[in-house]
């Protein structure tokens, strides 16, 4: 009995193994990954520019067909090749009537990648607590560290012993601001390499956002009024230089906030259907206009908005779904799921089980259950006894004909 229940341990070892390694073989030599462009909101056109990858190199065009040179596309997109087009002595002197200085153009620029992977990555547990106005030019770690449990605790790096005293002090601030203990999502910078301290977002155990930073040693607390009901699940603190908004607030079903700078009203992002779990998002900021480049797997939006955030112009591209394209229906029909030790959303090492839509898969299994089945009787083997073999093969397909071909029943005979 034991020798059985081995060789099907050793056979499910086998599958595992092959629904991992066959995949992940296919798509190396099948897979057609889509073209998706770079795509740019131009302020001199008024239209969207983009790079796209071609058959005879980049391509460089608008929504309207006109093709552009490496030039024309830079002058067409002053704000991000100022440097270029100064050196080059093509900056023009004003765009819509504003003085082109560069001090403004290099403060008012920013980019900003969201992916899955922001999100579903590991969080840290402790924290440092900077001081926000020390005085200093350039900012300094503290010597602890913070968590929020049931109160917020400070624990000196060195010791590790807790400070009772500064703990209990914002503690206190926290509870008068009504805080709910524990905090279920903490965001900050917790790096010296940002232009100024701003402390931490935070969101209590009832899903309410607060805003924790010290300043002189003291606690600061402000509480952030939010549409209700608004389930928090990503916060990604930004450190720009025009200090226009503080972080962007990632939604289940509320859409993207940005909460912006001093005042903390919460301004929405013009990004609907955007999805945190399965959308990746590339936003650009200058002088003029901010865009929103959202990616799916079948798809590509963007979105244009002037500096009060009204939208200008969208752009959009729609491609065939990867079990939509030949190579997906092909592996499909051969495979009836896929295993993957990673994925594009988490940078977590786990098996990800993925089925194959449909049910073609069916019948090549069906195949591989009757070459099973004559393999059997080639070796002048008993049916009966190789029912649950088949059972196998039959549900995993190729990958159960490897694991018990290479563990086969006579092997413990």
Same mark, same amino acid.
């Given at each position: 009995?034991?020798?059985?229940?081995?060789?099907?341990?050793?056979?499910?070892?086998?599958?595992? !193994?092959?629904?991992?390694?066959?995949?992940?073989?296919?798509?190396?030599?099948?897979?057609?990954?889509?073209?998706?462009?770079?795509?740019?909101?131009?302020?001199?056109?008024?239209?969207?520019?983009?790079?796209?990858?071609?058959?005879?190199?980049?391509?460089?065009?608008?929504?309207? %067909?006109?093709?552009?040179?490496?030039?024309?596309?830079?002058?067409?997109? &002053?704000?991000?090749?100022?440097?270029?087009?100064?050196?080059?002595?093509?900056?023009?002197?004003?765009?819509?009537?504003? =003085?082109?200085?560069?001090?403004?153009?290099?403060? !008012?620029?920013?980019?900003?990648?969201?992916?899955?992977? #922001?999100?579903?990555?590991?969080? &840290?547990?402790?924290? &440092?607590?900077? =001081?926000? /106005?020390?005085?200093?030019?350039?900012?300094?770690?503290?010597?602890?560290?913070?968590?929020? @449990?049931?109160?917020?605790?400070?624990?000196?790096?060195?010791?590790?012993?807790?400070?009772?005293?500064?703990?209990?002090?914002?503690?206190?601030?926290? =509870?008068?601001?009504?805080?709910?203990?524990?905090?279920?999502?903490?965001?900050?910078?917790?790096? @010296?390499?940002?232009?100024?301290?701003?402390?931490?977002?935070?969101?209590?155990?009832?899903?309410?956002?607060?805003?924790?930073?010290?300043?002189?040693?003291? &606690?600061?607390?402000?509480?952030?009024?939010?549409?209700?009901?608004? #389930?928090?699940?990503?916060?990604?603190?930004?450190?720009?230089?025009?200090?226009?908004?503080?972080?962007?607030?990632?939604?289940?079903?509320? %859409?993207?906030?940005?909460?912006?700078?001093?005042?903390?009203?919460?301004?929405?992002?013009?990004? /609907?259907?955007?999805?945190?779990?399965?959308?990746?998002?590339?936003?650009?900021? #200058?002088?003029?206009?901010?865009?929103?480049?959202?990616? %799916?797997?079948?798809?590509?939006?963007?979105?244009?908005?002037?500096?009060?955030?009204?939208?200008?112009?969208?752009?959009?591209?729609?491609?065939?779904?990867?079990?939509?394209?030949?190579?997906?229906?092909?592996?499909?029909?051969?495979?009836?799921? =896929?295993?993957?030790?990673? @994925?594009?959303?988490?940078?977590?090492?786990?098996?990800?089980?993925?089925?194959?839509?449909?049910?073609?898969?069916?019948?090549?299994?069906?195949?591989?259950?009757?070459?099973?089945?004559?393999?059997?009787?080639?070796?002048?083997?008993?049916?009966?006894?190789?029912?649950?073999?088949?059972?196998?093969?039959?549900?995993?397909?190729?990958?159960?004909?490897?694991?018990?071909?290479?563990?086969?029943?006579?092997?413990?005979?």
């Amino acid at each position: 009995m034991m020798v059985k229940i081995s060789r099907y341990i050793l056979v499910i070892i086998g599958i595992l !193994a092959a629904s991992v390694a066959l995949p992940e073989l296919y798509w190396t030599i099948f897979e057609q990954v889509p073209r998706t462009p770079n795509v740019y909101y131009s302020c001199t056109l008024n239209d969207f520019i983009m790079l796209r990858s071609g058959d005879n190199g980049i391509i460089r065009h608008d929504t309207k %067909g006109n093709t552009y040179t490496l030039d024309e596309f830079e002058q067409h997109l &002053p704000m991000m090749f100022f440097r270029q087009l100064m050196t080059d002595g093509t900056m023009p002197d004003s765009i819509h009537g504003v =003085e082109m200085d560069p001090t403004a153009i290099n403060k !008012a620029r920013s980019y900003f990648r969201y992916t899955t992977k #922001d999100m579903l990555s590991p969080r &840290p547990r402790l924290w &440092p607590m900077f =001081e926000s /106005e020390s005085g200093r030019v350039n900012l300094a770690m503290p010597d602890d560290y913070f968590r929020i @449990t049931t109160k917020i605790e400070f624990i000196d790096a060195a010791t590790n012993k807790v400070n009772q005293e500064k703990s209990a002090k914002f503690t206190r601030a926290l =509870e008068e601001h009504d805080f709910a203990f524990p905090a279920r999502l903490i965001a900050g910078i917790p790096t @010296t390499r940002k232009s100024c301290d701003e402390g931490y977002f935070v969101k209590d155990s009832r899903g309410d956002l607060f805003h924790v930073k010290m300043i002189k040693g003291e &606690p600061y607390v402000a509480r952030i009024d939010i549409p209700d009901p608004m #389930d928090i699940l990503h916060i990604e603190c930004v450190d720009l230089r025009s200090k226009e908004f503080y972080c962007y607030l990632f939604t289940r079903h509320s %859409g993207v906030f940005v909460v912006m700078e001093g005042v903390y009203h919460l301004q929405r992002l013009p990004v /609907e259907g955007f999805d945190p779990f399965q959308h990746e998002m590339k936003i650009n900021c #200058d002088m003029f206009n901010k865009t929103f480049a959202m990616e %799916g797997e079948d798809f590509l939006k963007v979105v244009a908005v002037d500096d009060m955030y009204e939208v200008v112009d969208t752009y959009e591209e729609t491609w065939d779904g990867i079990f939509e394209r030949p190579d997906g229906k092909m592996f499909a029909s051969i495979f009836p799921f =896929e295993l993957e030790l990673r @994925t594009a959303r988490t940078g977590f090492v786990n098996f990800y089980f993925t089925r194959s839509p449909g049910f073609t898969w069916l019948l090549v299994n069906l195949v591989f259950v009757g070459l099973a089945v004559w393999l059997i009787l080639r070796r002048k083997g008993n049916l009966l006894k190789n029912i649950p073999d088949l059972l196998i093969v039959l549900v995993t397909g190729v990958f159960g004909f490897i694991g018990t071909q290479v563990f086969p029943n006579k092997f413990y005979d």
